[in-house]
């Protein structure tokens, strides 16, 4: 077999062209939105600090996002395609980038909640800690990490043969959508896409946690409550950024390997929903854009005036 077929969603291929006009604004928005904020980051000297420059590079991997999964989900809802065929190479390659960039997103959100973490917890050494070079460091690992962890999956995959019922479940390449059709062990698979989730999704939200649980503390120990407020003010935007990552992730890699009798409508939603997750930037990027016009996401010379 040498190509898999992307599916829309069974049965309502009658309201495909409707479904794809959400879509469409959306990648609108999150395309025109990251491309502000790249330009007004790139373009005003006052922002090139640590939090602005994560700001960029969860822009940067949203416009991935869409660049990577437009094609094929709007070839599918927008031109009303039954399905799209595509070479089990071309689909591989989808699957690269589209994992790549969910665990370098994951890894961003990471960094982000350090900077809020060293910003309220240790702000008078945060421009000592947080030097440019450091974050430029900090990043290129995180971005060397997803793509090692995700470089074997393609070559594990092609040593396998596929059912001759070749249809994905989405308009896109998913490894837990691509495993079903194996008509061969994959056990190895499995468990190095579950140890490749923990290590990565995992560990990082792990660490996110604690980062968070680190700064409420700092919090509570104000005694003002208008500086208090102002403290987790500065959090809020990042905190629905993360749990709108995590929780459709979690969601869709615990009905792929644990409750995989549940309805195909609900994995297929779930899945775009996922999807949709994976690129914060239309939500978080209006935040970040206000607040980059007003000067409040991070200055560090604010924080440091909330905790004295």
Known sequence: MSLFLLTGIPGQEDVHLWISIPFFLMYV????????ILFIIKTDPRLHEPMYIFLSMLAITDLGLSI?????????????????????????????????????ESSVLLLMAFDRFIAICNPLRYASILTLPRVAKMGLVFVLRAVAVIFPLPFLLK??????????????????DIMKLVCSDITVNNIYGFFITVITVGLDSLLIFLS???????????????KCLRALNTCVSHLCAVLLFYMPEFSLTLIHRFWKSSSPLLQIVLGYVYLVSLAPGPSAGGIGIKKLRTRRLIPSWTLISVMT
């Open 68 to 104: 990577v999964t437009i094609p094929t989900i709007l070839g599918i809802f927008l031109f009303n395609s039954r399905e799209i065929k595509i070479s089990l190479d071309a689909c591989f390659a989808q699957m690269f980038f589209i994992h790549s960039l969910q665990f370098i």
């Open 159 to 176: 040593r396998f043969r596929f059912f001759r019922a070749n249809i994905l479940s989405h308009s896109y390449c998913l490894h837990q």
């Open 29 to 36: 928005i999150s395309i025109v939105g990251n491309l502000a």
């Open 212 to 226: 968070y649980v680190m700064i409420l503390k700092a919090v509570l120990r104000i005694t003002s409550p208008t």
